[in-house]
């Protein structure tokens, strides 16, 4: 139990484009998932916390309107970097989480490496 | 400020080497210490979970303990396979969020 799957899990776009990615909980309903991005060798920062219903939580100097968040419905959330640029290159990652599991425990997805040319 | 550090960067082992690894934190309010596991291109996979000084918890060659100051991995007689990233994260009691350290990569050489 406890899958969380991604798509895709690479994707190239040019810059000033959009790309949507997809986290789906799949054995589980996730009442709450994060987003967070990851560069070379560095660990992972926590983008924003998205509950299903309701807007994003964004941390502290990540944009609302570049990263647009939606959590629809309890197995789906979506990321959409806007105008994507080459400095939006990164290792994207989400995670779920519900209260059926206990809150704490987040569970991740594989990862969405982004590259923006 | 909530913030965890983990000890060493990297690591070298030879196959069936013990060794240790360190998660050092401190946080206002503690709900829980994670260790998560990441290889290359991939997400990080759940390990453990401690809630409570004292409190250890065991699965094949690694063992997690938890003071009210750090965390350690323990990993004994280590194969090539447990080479990858070990991440330690805790959960503040006041945010709920996950504050991810910057991880201990380990390799393990037959």
């Known amino acids: 139990g406890a899958v969380v799957s991604q798509h895709p899990s690479r994707v190239i776009c040019k810059s000033g484009t959009s790309v949507k990615i997809e986290c789906r909980s799949l054995?589980?309903?996730?009442?709450?998932m994060f987003w967070y991005r990851q560069f070379p060798k560095q660990s992972l920062m926590l983008m924003a916390t998205?509950?299903?219903?309701?807007?994003?939580?964004?941390e502290q100097g990540v944009e609302k309107d570049k990263f647009l968040i939606n959590h629809a419905s309890l197995t789906l959330s979506t990321l959409t970097v806007t105008s994507a640029h080459p400095e939006d290159s990164s290792f994207y990652i989400c995670?779920?989480?519900?209260?059926?599991?206990?809150?704490?425990?987040?569970?991740f997805g594989p990862g969405t490496r982004l590259t923006v040319t | 400020e909530d913030q965890v550090t983990q000890s060493p960067e990297a690591l070298r082992l030879q196959e069936g080497e013990s060794s240790s690894l360190n998660c050092s934190y401190t946080?206002?309010?503690?709900?829980?210490l994670f260790w998560y596991r990441q290889d290359p291109g991939k997400g990080p996979e759940f390990l453990f979970t401690?809630?409570?000084a004292g409190e250890e918890k065991e699965k094949e060659r690694l063992k997690a303990t938890l003071t009210k100051k750090e965390s350690f991995l323990h990993i004994t007689a280590p194969k090539p396979e447990d080479s990858a990233t070990y991440l330690c994260?805790?959960?503040?009691?006041?945010?709920?969020?996950?504050?991810f350290g910057q991880g201990t990569t380990l390799q393990v050489k037959p």
């Open positions: 401690l809630y409570s």
């Open positions: 998205s509950n299903e219903g309701s807007k994003a939580t964004y």
């Open positions: 946080v206002s309010g503690l709900r829980g």
């Open positions: 994260a805790l959960c503040s009691g006041n945010t709920g969020k996950l504050i």
């Open positions: 995670s779920a989480t519900s209260l059926d599991r206990g809150y704490d425990e987040q569970y």
């Open positions: 054995d589980f309903q996730a009442t709450t």
